[in-house]
């Protein structure tokens, strides 16, 4: 029979254990162990049943008194242990006012992939779609669909990046431009189409200015009616949001290019203002883009009848393009991975480029 002397040294060593318990987890078991389904005082209340109604008068109180002080106890060691977890933690994320607001966002956005991004912001404002393909392409695509002849020099090493040779002997090559993105649309797709594709290119030619890698972004309209005042006026509008300049003075250049005829490079006037340029007007000319309406062999190459479609392309150097509006005049660094230039000529992340804020 279980007597009241048993209680108290049972409540001294469980008042004990619940002070010493070091976490919640001790805690809970010890929890367990004294007032669970199978606890000690638990089993202890289930006997009272067996005891006489004196013993039970007694020990009736004494077992209800000796549950609720363990629990109370249990419950503040518990309160007690989560301000301490509390504090422990707290003390960890403690908050040095000294300092800085917010650790300076680490990395940027290169010039190149900002530049990428106002030009796809500017186009898409006037209904183009971003096209995309791949960097490897086979000779059909790059130069055959393009109406570059057999024999162009574009077509040779000191110009492209060869593959190795294909089981069937043929060659696939680092595209040269994206212009494989806009034959492979027009393969895919019925008119009407307005796309822009940008990407790396590649060129095996590299020195002061030119490097083995770059980027381009082309775009191409093919319709029924798309005329050459169309492109111009194309053109024209993205040179005035890209610069963000009302004025742009332009003039179209006759050139030659084998998959655009009647074809053209586009200047812009532009002045010197200290070391950056200002686009847009002034006393000097600067070629900023080929352009041209598609040649009829091209549309014929993508399956489409050239009486019945026609249209127009253009292509521009990406790199070329940021040096020009954000200045940093060696074409290299833009691939020296130098965080100390990519810290100074980087975008901020967290400005997505848009129209209404102005581009940059
Ligand atoms: C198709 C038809 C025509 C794309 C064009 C240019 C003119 C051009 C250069 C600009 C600077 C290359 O990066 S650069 O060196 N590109 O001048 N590109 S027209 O013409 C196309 C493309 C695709 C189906």
Not at 274 to 279: L, R
Not at 282 to 304: F, K, R, S, T, Y
């Amino acid at each position: 029979m279980t007597t009241t002397g048993e209680l108290d040294a049972l409540e001294t060593e469980l008042t004990a254990a619940v002070g010493a318990a070091s976490d919640e987890g001790a805690l809970e078991t010890l929890r367990v162990e004294a007032l669970g389904k199978k606890g000690r005082i638990s089993l202890m209340m289930r006997s009272l049943g067996q005891m006489s109604p004196e013993e039970r008068q007694v020990m009736g109180p004494a077992l209800n008194g000796l549950k609720d002080r363990i629990g109370s106890a249990i419950a503040a060691r518990k309160a007690a242990l989560e301000a301490k977890a509390l504090d422990a933690r707290l003390a960890t994320e403690r908050a040095d006012v000294t300092l800085p607001v917010r650790n300076e966002p680490k990395g940027a956005l290169h010039p190149v992939t900002q530049v990428m991004e106002e030009l796809a912001v500017i186009f898409a404002d006037m209904g183009f779609e971003v096209a995309e393909g791949p960097d490897v392409e086979d000779d059909f695509h790059n130069f055959t669909a393009l109406n570059f002849p057999e024999g162009h020099p574009a077509r040779d090493t000191h110009d492209t990046f060869f593959m190795k040779p294909e089981s069937d002997g043929s060659q696939k090559v680092l595209r040269t431009h994206t212009s494989p993105v806009q034959i492979r649309t027009m393969m895919e797709r019925k008119p009407p189409i307005r796309i822009i594709a940008p990407g790396r290119v590649y060129r095996c030619d590299w020195d002061q200015t030119h490097t083995p890698m770059f980027h381009q972004v082309e775009g191409l309209v093919i319709d029924k009616e798309a005329h050459m005042g169309h492109l111009k006026g194309i053109l024209i509008d993205f040179i005035a949001a890209f610069f963000e300049t009302d004025v742009v003075e332009s003039r179209f250049r006759p050139h030659h290019f084998p998959f655009t005829e009647p074809s053209a490079e586009m200047d812009v006037r532009y002045e010197r203002v200290g070391d950056a340029v200002k686009i847009g007007s002034g006393d000097q000319w600067m070629e900023i883009l080929g352009c041209g309406m598609v040649h009829p062999n091209v549309i014929a190459n993508c399956g489409l009848d050239p009486d019945e479609f026609q249209g127009f392309a253009w292509g521009m150097g990406v790199d070329r393009l940021a040096m020009l509006k954000y200045g940093a005049p060696d074409l290299r660094d833009y691939f020296a991975n130098d965080v100390r230039w990519l810290a100074h000529y980087g975008f901020s992340p967290l400005l997505q480029a848009n129209l209404a804020s102005g581009l940059s």
